[in-house]
């Protein structure tokens, strides 16, 4: 098994730290086993002799590793044949299927994100979306690997899924045809005015690289120059880090852009700018970064250094709050460990676990017609179970205030789909810097 492609790949709602395991840690660890070690080899034992079907130690080691693994935090996980072979799939980025992320939730298949202009996007799943039943049939409680085997399928077939959305009364069914998932980290388009639209859409391999070729190439179909830039982070689940950096880097010139700080003294990284790419490749051209409930990690990094920095103003919702860095460890040939080494903290020393990045203009989602039926019931890191807990002391109501009516947005999904606009939160971006572009400029 090749751990080059896995350490890479775009880890759902994560951002991987690029870092080898060290002995270092596990210096740490007592020389002599712990007294606790004594039940678990007890109950092994008594297992292997008395339960009422012999059971391989494969399956009791596997268990034994899972739950160690889900008294610690929602995203250490342990890693093994199909599970790895799909973060192979991610960073191949091509596949037959619907074109969705999505991760356990206490026994439920919750949507994370669907791909823009996947299968899965068109028919109308949204984040937040809870998978009951697939054709018909409950998958409660199945393996995510199993629910993930039966939604992927020949390209031109169809699947029926059944759907609770948190703030309608029944669930739904929605059927998807499967298609070729050819994910495209970066999309981009030139906008009336000047302006460039660039979608990160996930940080697998190269995104820094993919955005500056969006840059140029924007310049170039623009006359040489962009009157203003929109970068779209919304339901990016996040990435590498070492991709997060890159892209950030791109658009500053000086100071830190994040900094890793883990257990010991020597687990604490400082990543600054000039280290990937050399002066702002967009200086003087106003930016504003769309993110919303679903950007996650990598792009709450991103989100988060272009604030501090008051390069960009950052517009939208609340993003999801995931502030912590995942290690790969390699434990065989086919099996790893992902395990939560070290919390991020943006440039002014914020950390966004649990809390997120808070937009400096909150923009809802208008086009949208449950988009404020959700927002009731979304769900982000903070309500997690097992959550790691932030330093900070975080009211209730302060991260619950992105989530209470805005009396400046007031129109109707039906009337703005009159106007043929079909997304409220992209359009307002570009008129803000169709409008204000060289007061943005002039601030940043």
Do not use: C
Request: proline share 4%.
């Amino acid at each position: 098994m090749n751990f080059a492609k896995p350490i890479r790949a775009a880890a759902l709602l994560t951002a991987v730290a690029l870092i080898p395991a060290t002995t270092a840690g596990f210096a740490q660890v007592e020389s002599q086993a712990s007294p606790e070690f004594a039940k678990f080899f007890a109950t092994y034992q008594q297992i292997k002799a008395n339960y009422v079907q012999p059971v391989e130690d494969e399956v009791l080691i596997k268990g034994a590793i899972n739950g160690m693994l889900a008294a610690l935090d929602p995203h250490s996980a342990y890693l093994d044949g199909a599970a790895l072979e799909r973060l192979e799939t991610m960073i191949d980025g091509k596949y037959q299927g619907l074109g969705i992320s999505v991760q356990m939730d206490d026994g439920a298949v919750k949507v994370i994100s669907p791909f823009k202009g996947s299968p899965a996007d068109q028919a109308g799943i949204k984040a937040g979306d809870f998978i009951t039943h697939i054709d018909g049939k409950l998958i409660y409680g199945l393996e995510l690997d199993e629910a993930v085997k039966q939604m992927r399928g020949p390209s031109g077939s169809s699947v029926n899924l059944t759907i609770f959305r948190s703030g309608r009364d029944e669930p739904f069914d929605v059927s998807v045809t499967r298609g070729t998932i050819e994910l495209e980290p970066v999309t981009w388009e030139l906008q009336d005015g000047g302006i460039g639209v660039i979608s990160v859409n996930e940080f697998s391999a190269d995104v820094g690289v993919d955005v500056n070729r969006a840059l140029n190439d924007l310049k170039q179909r623009n006359g040489g120059r962009l009157a203003g830039i929109v970068l779209d982070l919304r339901r990016n689940p996040g990435g590498s880090l070492e991709e997060a950096v890159a892209l950030s880097d791109l658009f500053l010139s000086r100071g830190q852009i994040v900094s890793q700080r883990g257990r010991g003294r020597y687990d604490t990284i400082y990543y600054d700018a000039e280290t990937k790419y050399r002066g702002d490749v967009a200086a003087g051209i106003p930016i504003i970064v769309l993110i919303d409930g679903g950007s996650a990690s990598a792009s709450e990094i991103v989100a988060g250094a272009l604030q501090d920095h008051h390069r960009a103003l950052v517009m939208g919702e609340r993003s999801f709050g995931k502030g912590s860095v995942q290690t790969l460890m390699p434990l065989s040939r086919n099996s790893a460990l992902k395990l939560t080494t070290a919390l991020y903290y943006t440039p002014s020393g914020r950390s966004v676990q649990e809390g997120g990045i808070e937009p400096d203009i909150r923009v809802p989602q208008l086009s949208d017609p449950d988009a404020v039926k959700r927002a009731k019931f979304s769900l982000r890191e903070s309500d997690l179970r097992g959550h790691l807990v932030n330093e900070v002391d975080l009211a209730d109501k302060d991260l619950e205030s992105d989530r209470q009516a805005d009396p400046r947005f007031t129109e109707t999904p039906e009337e703005l789909k009159a106007q043929g606009i079909e997304d409220f939160q992209l359009t307002y971006a570009v008129r803000t810097l169709r409008r204000t572009g060289s007061a943005l400029a002039a601030r940043n």
